[in-house]
């Protein structure tokens, strides 16, 4: 059984950083790839930026290249978005989730889903 927490979310201005962190239990960090996506009220899930296991390759969202950047921590048993130049575009809840990661953009792809975290930021 796996289990993902996700923390880090709140209030922010435009142009603030945030940093987010997904706590993985149960084998979920031992997967071949763990990802962030994110949804906004009435659109979409989204893919924000993925990490393979093997090698740490990073993937990352056209909309946010630049801006966020997603790590693994083994030694916490986490990863973690760090964000910045925040957009009120950027507003949405942020999901970790672990699986295969093929196709890595693919909300499919992973299984396991934590319970997400608001991320708001104010214009």
């Known amino acids: 059984q796996e289990e993902l927490v996700e923390s880090g979310g709140g209030l922010v201005r435009a142009g603030d950083s945030l940093t987010l962190s997904c706590a993985a239990s149960g084998g979920a960090l031992s997967t071949s790839a763990m990802a962030w996506f994110r949804q906004a009220p009435g659109k979409e899930r989204e893919f924000v930026g993925g990490i393979t296991r093997i090698g740490s390759f990073t993937f990352n969202a056209d909309s946010v290249k630049g801006r966020f950047t997603i790590q693994r921590d083994d030694e916490k048993k986490a990863i973690h978005l760090l964000m910045n130049s925040l957009k009120p575009e950027d507003t949405a809840i942020y999901s970790c989730?672990?699986?295969?990661?093929?196709?890595?953009?693919?909300?499919?792809?992973?299984?396991?889903w934590g319970q997400g975290t608001q991320v708001t930021v104010s214009s």
């Open positions: 989730a672990a699986g295969t990661g093929v196709p890595m953009t693919g909300p499919r792809a992973f299984p396991c």
